[in-house]
């Protein structure tokens, strides 16, 4: 369900990606400048849709495939209530339902997904709680031909880089030079940064970015989405901006409601959507998704 106040989506989501266009020089340690310039002379306009990947519920936003290299964006992480009948059988205390908020691109024919999922925590004492309670940071990369493999990785299980239900965070997602993205996440008092390589992304070839909130559901890829009860409620997204390469310099635009492509998986009424004219032109949104439908 969609609601439109007018004022003035464990699985991780893959999908068709970018080419390559040519090759440019590195820009690392380049400065980012900001515009709100509404559409650059040639850009590139989003598909009016594209199809769901089965497997989760999700919400996706997503870029044209044009000069982007990069996504940042403040959200406030979302309430969660688990459907406490959907319990893993191999692991008792964890159920079949993982939220995920999260970022990413892809180049090339590689896709990334980066940002934090609901994981199990260390104690004081180092030891590994049996349950998931808090948002960790991820980095997850489909291979890039014979050169580099599919790979995912967790940031280390301490104090911190957990968040939590209601805490606000600023993630970015950058090519700081060919076949690095650097990830950054900041809020509440805590900061997790990691330089992810990832062989298809390079200045002067086109790509896409993308961020997403969603239901993943274990073991389940590929396949309808399963029936649940799980909430994951009031989740804001204050705005978002897409990084372009421009004239041999990075800029960071907003991600308006006319640069990206908006998807609800499976189908909509999965979703309450709240928004506003002087939030959609800032990339924002909130977010709330249930499996049992509004």
């Known amino acids: 369900m969609y609601k439109y106040i007018i004022t003035g989506i464990g699985i991780l989501v893959l999908a068709g990606c970018a080419s390559l266009k040519k090759d440019a020089k590195p820009l690392e340690n380049r400065g980012i400048t900001s515009s709100d310039v509404r559409f650059f002379k040639g850009e590139i306009r989003p598909e009016q849709s594209k199809a769901c990947f089965e497997g989760a519920y999700y919400r996706k936003l997503v870029s044209s495939e044009d000069n982007w290299v990069g996504i940042e964006g403040k959200v406030l992480l979302p309430q969660i209530e688990f459907d406490k009948t959907r319990i893993n059988p191999k692991k008792s205390k964890q159920y079949l339902d993982n939220p995920s908020v999260y970022l990413g ?19 004081e004492r180092g030891v590994v709680s049996e349950e998931r309670k808090a948002f960790r940071p991820f980095m997850r990369r489909t291979g890039h031909g014979t050169e580099q493999a599919a790979v995912f990785v967790n940031a280390p ?5 957990y968040w939590y239900p209601g805490e606000e965070v600023h993630m970015s997602v950058v090519l700081i030079r060919d076949g690095l993205l650097r990830f950054v996440i900041e809020g509440a008092g805590k900061k997790f940064e990691y330089d992810f390589e990832c062989a298809g992304y390079a200045f002067g070839r086109k790509g896409e970015f993308k961020r997403v909130n969603a239901i993943d559901q274990m073991s389940n890829e590929g396949k309808p989405a399963q029936a649940t009860t799980t909430k994951v409620k009031g989740s804001r997204w204050f705005y978002t901006n897409l990084i372009r390469h421009e004239k041999g310099v990075l ?6 409601e006319e640069r990206y492509t908006e998807m609800a998986c499976p189908k909509a009424e999965y979703f309450d959507i709240v928004s506003a004219k002087d939030w959609t032109a800032k990339g924002g949104e909130e977010i709330s998704i249930s499996g049992a439908a509004y």
């Open 105 to 123: 691109g892809c180049m090339d024919g590689q896709e990334t997904d980066i940002g934090l999922s609901w994981e199990v925590i260390k104690d």
């Open 157 to 161: 299980a301490i104090k911190d880089y």
């Open 251 to 256: 800029v960071a635009v907003p991600f308006h």
